[in-house]
């Protein structure tokens, strides 16, 4: 009797220092989809209630407990390095492909298939991105692009550009020639018009008619003299080739010219004929690279927030 007295003494005691002590700590084991098989909850017997030990525990982390964040890239080769560095199995690529903003996303941790091919979800939280950067001289003829210019405007902005003009290719001149019914201009008769608009900046236009060829015919007079004037040949096309992307090849697009007469001075304007549409066709173009040098897959659009 005395022996069982004092072993319940003891354990009693021992009850009565644990309460003391005001704190334990227990394990507790769960099933859920996306949650761990067991986790730590301290219970504060002072209070009688649970106590969250995982804000305690993060003061010690050394390490961070998933990858988060996304990694901004400026160059595409740069963009398939860093994915293929940190790809797995299930990652995968999205792609913006249309003006004035197309982009590359690779969301690392991407949604998973288990075995059975249901989808499982992740974090999405791991992305490197790229986004196409324009270079400067693709920008100024896509801002200009359809915008009506003065004379000496326009000369200045041929005279500027005259690196980006090209000759064209026989199949450009097949193809565009054709249908567009007009030539198309070298780099050297768009230099030799603007030149020549330059010389008859102060002068009038006394008629403007169109050629045979789809080419504009401007005569242009002073207003003091009265004879027939200085006669200017204008192209209907020409041609356009320079990298939209820095780093990137090169774009060829063909651009119709156009100019208006009023009250004796010329507007001028070109039209670059479906050039958002050759620029999607470049960044399909290298989403397909992407694709083989990652050997992920892609889609056309945008992640999951």
Known sequence: MSEAMN????????????????????KVEIEGVGLPKSFYVGFDHKTNGPVDLRPMAEKWRTVPERATGTANVTTL??????????????????????????????VIDYHIEDQAGLPQARNC???????????????????????????????????????????PTKEEVKDFGDLFRTEIATPSKLIELSRGLQVNVAGKVKSATTLQ?????????EEHLNTKGQRLIVPGLFMVAMPAFID??????PARLRYRVREGAVVWFYQMFRWKQLLRERVVGDLATVKEATKLPTFEGSPER
Do not use: C
């Not at 950067?133 to 200045?156: L, N, R, S």
């Open 213 to 221: 060829s789809g080419e504009g015919e401007i005569l242009f007079v």
């Open 125 to 167: 939280g791991h992305r490197v991105h790229y986004a196409f950067p324009i270079t400067d001289e693709f920008k100024a003829w896509a801002d200009q692009d359809g915008k009506p210019m003065g004379q000496e405007a326009f000369a200045a902005f041929i005279e500027e550009h005259a690196p980006e003009l090209a000759s």
């Open 77 to 106: 080769e740069s963009f398939i390095e860093l994915t293929r560095r940190h790809r797995d199995n299930d990652s995968a690529i999205f792609a913006a492909t249309s003006w004035p903003n197309p982009t590359l996303t690779a």
């Open 248 to 253: 990137g090849e090169p774009v060829r697009i």
């Open 7 to 26: 072993g319940e003494a003891v354990s009693r005691v021992a009850e009565l220092a644990k309460n003391a002590a005001g704190f334990d700590i227990k």
